[in-house]
């Protein structure tokens, strides 16, 4: 590499010229650049997601104003889908700032209600977690960034009011992750299962089935079983890893791994 | 030359509502209303509130001015909202800040912590009555106005130390001290660059040096004068690159810090008036006051208030100077402020003196266009 | 005026953030200082044992908050370590470029900053108004303006949007001549290297026994930067200078910060041509298994999922851009980092003020300190 590696420079040849000629002579140079526009945005009244101001403006003002703004991917306000939502708890569980609390929204069963994010920002810090953990795409991040409330109480935003914002159809980041490719499974410790059921039915995604297994033939000594077992099967390609089952599990029996 | 001045005005005024009371008031009961005496007193008191008004507004206009000619500097717009383009956010302030509770710090000493603002903007409104803005827009006819302008002008440093010292701040007291150091040290060369225009004109009415600058301002032929006089009036304005009394980087606000509310906005107030102060003098010792130069059409000229007009702008254009020098320039240190005083302007300023007493005696100045007729 | 203590601080304009400087001062001399800080801890170290690693980088922008993207490459770098992961090239190369542009955010920010401390008002609307363009570029790909939770252990959260390249190969231009207008405006003028010129002067032996790093190292002639003496990213892939000046005093400071805004810039373009060259994954495939999911669920208390990582320490150093910032994480196995300790530099240079400050004058103390670019939410944690 012909390069030298190392740029000196020095204040001893470095000099001003004519005292103060330059800096007058640049502040006056700007002072002419911005009288037809100034780089500011006249906020409430122009605005930078605009599409309408990005064409007419920066470009026609030849200054790169917001040059870099694209305003797909802005972490904003969450937006729900309320229909999608399988009440997964993935997005509670992301959450580093705990602001996300499942709350019981009208149209589930009565009996396992149907549970959905509510979001306090005066506690959120627009981290994207939970709309990077969530399994459906229903909880996304939108453009909106004004948020100001004259009580605090209204910064704590129900699920039906995000979903209010999601059907204003706001832009909305399109990148989704995808899932890592070599996530553990849900194991299932058999001897200890005592075949509860509470697995599959809270299961969010449906993906456990509980099937009959047949008991191995006792040995001799043993009482035989006095029932069919049941034991639930995870269907892993369906699995979202929320770990719902796990934490229901009495016997706590489910737990992560690889299979053999 | 106009015949409207601000007397005639705030006399005109006062006689058309005296007499037009009077012509429908019973005759026999009123006839005080047109009392010659009665008639003088009052016009006196509204030509002062004319004044004091004018001044006022103009001061405040000042501010909206730097504020929207900054920030074209800084790239940006300046105030935008009240009224139009602005025009009427420093009114707002100003109202906010009346609004505001007046607090004093509890080892803050009383006299002087209220005292001194008042006093401080007494003494710089009063200039406004001495220094003539146009024909006749002035108190009166004073010899030697240009000198009571000054004096009075140099009063700023006392209050402002005496403010200083009564608010048992510590970053007032060094504001302060600074501001006195530096307050004295740039009457001399300002009062030394005068002297340079008083050997030119050979008086000390203003209004006698602005007609005397007719047909030629005194800046070109002095220029090293209105050099050290426009320097000088930058440190008495307290403006970048000479407001390191109230560097805001060191001292937080200087000698104003302790002060809130309305005696903040007497400070803030007074430091534009003494800017419009100083703007104004740039204007009438050197630029040729309100007289126009001869390319304006004189069906222009013969307008009623032309040369007031022509003077604010010119007032207002020096201004301008000063704000761009605000927009790219540092401030400088306190010693360095105090060398450049004593080390650069004085001898400049004598320098000035020296070149006007030469032009003088060579008979230059009439050759350069100005008019002859000077004493010695 | 006998001699006196002034508290410039901790609600003081001086001092761009909450610290205290302790002047005793004899009318304008300064005789004594004593830096005082801790307004701002937060107990990030401390924090981060209770995070997942990815949730780390919440606070790690939170550290500095004009340096986040490079807080967060030096945790993730440790992190990484500890953890066993190699994120792939793109990544790396993904978060030099970030780092760079990092570092033309903070340093426009510090100029926009130390200018103002020593009077000039247009020129910090002009860092500041350039700084954005910086942020639009941030927000372009990362989501946010400063807090950007971008970085993931084993990559980066998502790959450079399209036509980002070309915004930023803009950006770089505009930016060049607004570097050429920022020394007019200071280097061109005689009252600023008057304000600057021999102040604060901490020599390179000084420098390195109080163990300062950064521009200020650098400034004493020290050619000492850890992007060339220990490469980490792809830093051993693109040709920059260090910049060095002479003088070691605050005009040398600038004149380092000013050189290292245009390396930044030639930085910056090689990795956008690389970038554009070699597209490919911007995630590690191989990661170790995690779910993201360090908190049982409201009302689900007491469950907590734990996860065996192969143990590890790691130790990271980055060139940040206020000196050299360090991080130590050890992972014991379990979900969080064991122990996350954090260097940073600007308190070890903060800590030293003393030996550039004394003997020069109050007026001084402002410009002095503004040339070492205090972030206080670095120092404190």
């Known amino acids: ?260 | 030359m106009s015949t409207v001045t601000l007397y005639s005005v705030a006399n005109g005024l006062i006689v058309a509502i005296l007499t037009g009371l009077y012509s429908v008031l019973p005759h026999a009961y009123f006839g005080w209303l047109v009392n010659p005496d009665l008639i003088l007193v009052l016009s006196v008191l509204v030509f002062g509130a004319i004044l004091l008004a004018a001044s006022m507004i103009n001061t405040i206009m000042l501010i909206w001015y730097e504020r929207k000619l900054l920030g074209r500097f800084m790239d940006r717009r300046g105030a935008m909202h009240v009224g139009y383009a602005g025009l009427l956010q420093n009114f707002a302030d100003g109202i906010k800040l009346f609004r505001k509770n007046t607090y004093k710090p509890r080892d803050a000493d009383g006299l002087g912590f209220y005292a001194a603002p008042t006093a401080y903007m007494v003494t710089s409104v009063m200039i406004f009555a001495i220094l003539p803005a146009s024909w006749g827009w002035t108190a009166g006819p004073l010899p030697l106005s240009l000198l009571l302008a000054l004096v009075v002008f140099s009063f700023a440093p006392l209050f402002i130390f005496l403010s200083a010292w009564s608010q048992a701040n510590k970053y007032s007291l060094i504001g302060g001290m600074r501001s006195a150091a530096q307050m004295i040290a740039y009457e001399v060369p300002i009062l030394l660059a005068v002297v340079a225009v008083v050997i030119v004109s050979g008086t000390f009415d203003l209004t006698t040096i602005v007609t005397m600058q007719t047909n030629y301002w005194f800046g070109i032929p002095l220029f090293v004068a209105l050099i050290v006089f426009v320097t000088g009036m930058l440190a008495e304005m307290e403006r970048i690159p000479f407001d390191l009394p109230e560097a805001e980087a060191e001292l937080v606000e200087g000698w104003n810090t302790e002060y809130g509310g309305m005696l903040f906005a007497f400070f803030m107030l007074s430091d534009y008036l003494r800017a419009l102060i100083g703007s104004f003098l740039v204007v009438l010792l050197f630029l040729g006051g309100w007289t126009m130069p001869g390319w304006v059409p004189s069906s222009l000229t013969a307008l009623p208030l032309a040369a007031l007009f022509w003077f604010l702008l010119k007032t207002y254009i020096v201004f301008g100077v000063f704000v761009w020098v605000r927009a790219s320039l540092p401030r400088v240190r306190t010693d360095q402020l105090l060398r450049i005083g004593w080390m650069r302007m004085v001898p400049l300023s004598l320098l000035a003196i020296v070149l006007a007493a030469l032009l003088v005696l060579a008979k230059c100045l009439p050759v350069l266009g100005c008019l002859p007729g000077v004493g010695g | 005026m006998s001699e006196m203590w002034i508290n410039m601080g901790p609600q003081h304009p001086m001092t761009h953030g909450l610290w205290n400087l302790r002047v005793r001062i004899d009318g304008e001399l300064v005789l004594e200082v004593d830096p005082e800080m801790g307004y701002l801890h937060r107990g990030i170290e401390k924090i981060s044992e209770d995070r997942h690693y990815n949730e780390v980088i919440t606070l790690m922008d939170r550290t500095c908050y004009v340096a986040g993207m490079a807080w967060e490459n030096l945790f993730i770098l440790g992190a990484e370590q500890a953890l066993h992961v190699e994120p792939p090239e793109r990544a790396k190369w993904i978060r030099t470029l970030s780092e760079e542009f990092q570092r033309i955010g903070s340093h426009v920010m510090w100029y926009a900053a130390f200018v103002q401390d020593i009077g000039l008002m247009a020129p910090f609307l002009y860092g500041m108004r350039d700084r954005d363009l910086v942020l639009d570029l941030f927000q372009s790909y990362t989501g946010a303006r400063m807090t950007y939770e971008y970085n993931r252990v084993g990559g980066v959260r998502n790959d450079l949007p399209p036509g980002f390249i070309d915004r930023a190969r803009k950006v770089c231009d505009w930016l060049l001549d607004r570097f050429q207008e920022y020394d007019d405006l200071c280097l061109g003028s005689d009252i600023f290297r008057k304000r600057c010129d021999g102040l604060g002067v901490l020599k390179a032996a000084d420098c390195v026994r109080a163990g300062i790093t950064g521009p200020m190292l650098r400034s004493a002639g020290v050619k000492r930067d850890v992007r060339k003496d220990r490469p980490y990213n792809a830093y051993d892939q693109v040709e920059f200078d260090v910049a060095v000046a002479d003088g070691a005093d605050v005009t040398a400071r600038y004149l380092v910060r000013m050189e290292e805004l245009r390396q930044s810039v030639r930085i910056i373009r090689q990795c956008l041509d690389w970038l554009e060259r070699n597209p490919g994954p911007a995630m590690a495939e191989n990661l170790p298994r995690w779910m993201g999911a360090p908190y049982a669920p409201v009302g689900k208390e007491g469950y907590l999922l734990k996860r065996n990582y192969p143990k590890g320490v790691g130790l990271s150093a980055i060139e940040e851009p206020h000196g050299e910032a360090l991080a130590y994480v050890v992972n014991e196995g379990g979900e969080h980092p064991y122990r996350v300790k954090l260097k940073s530099p600007i308190f070890t240079n903060l800590s030293a003020a003393k030996h550039y400050l004394v003997g020069y004058r109050v007026a001084d103390i402002p410009p002095i300190m503004g040339s070492v670019d205090v972030c206080v939410g670095e120092v404190d944690r």
Not at chain 1, 193 to 211: F, S
């Open chain 1, 1 to 260: 590499m012909a390069t030298e590696e190392t740029a000196v420079r020095s204040g001893k040849t470095e000099l001003p010229l004519l005292w103060v000629a330059k800096p007058l002579a640049t502040a006056a140079r700007q002072f002419g650049r911005s009288l037809v526009r100034p780089s500011t945005i006249v906020y409430p009244f122009e605005r930078l997601e605009d599409p309408k101001f990005r064409t007419e403006v920066h470009v026609a003002s030849g200054k790169p104003i917001g040059v870099g703004a694209v305003w797909d991917n802005y972490r904003g306000v969450h937006a729900l889908n309320l229909e999608t939502c399988i009440s997964c708890n993935l997005c509670a569980f992301s959450c580093p700032d705990i602001c996300i609390e499942m709350v019981t929204v009208p149209g589930g069963d009565p009996k396992h209600p149907k549970k959905c994010p509510q979001i306090d920002y005066g506690k959120c810090s627009y981290c994207g977690f939970c709309s990077d953990a969530c399994p459906e795409g229903c909880l996304t991040m939108t453009t909106r960034y004004e948020l100001s409330v004259t009580k605090r109480s209204e910064m704590v935003y129900s699920p039906e009011r995000l979903y209010g914002v999601y059907k204003e159809k706001l832009p909305m980041n399109p990148i989704r992750l995808e899932r890592p490719k070599n996530e553990d499974s849900i194991l299932l410790d058999a001897p200890l299962c005592i075949g509860c059921n509470a697995c599959a039915r809270d299961c969010p995604t449906n993906c456990i089935t509980m099937l009959d297994i047949p008991k191995a033939a006792p040995k001799p000594g043993e009482k035989p079983a006095k029932r069919i077992w049941k034991e639930p099967v995870v269907n892993d390609s369906d699995c979202v890893r929320c770990g719902t089952c796990i934490s229901v599990c009495p016997k706590e029996c489910l737990f992560w791994g690889t299979h053999p």
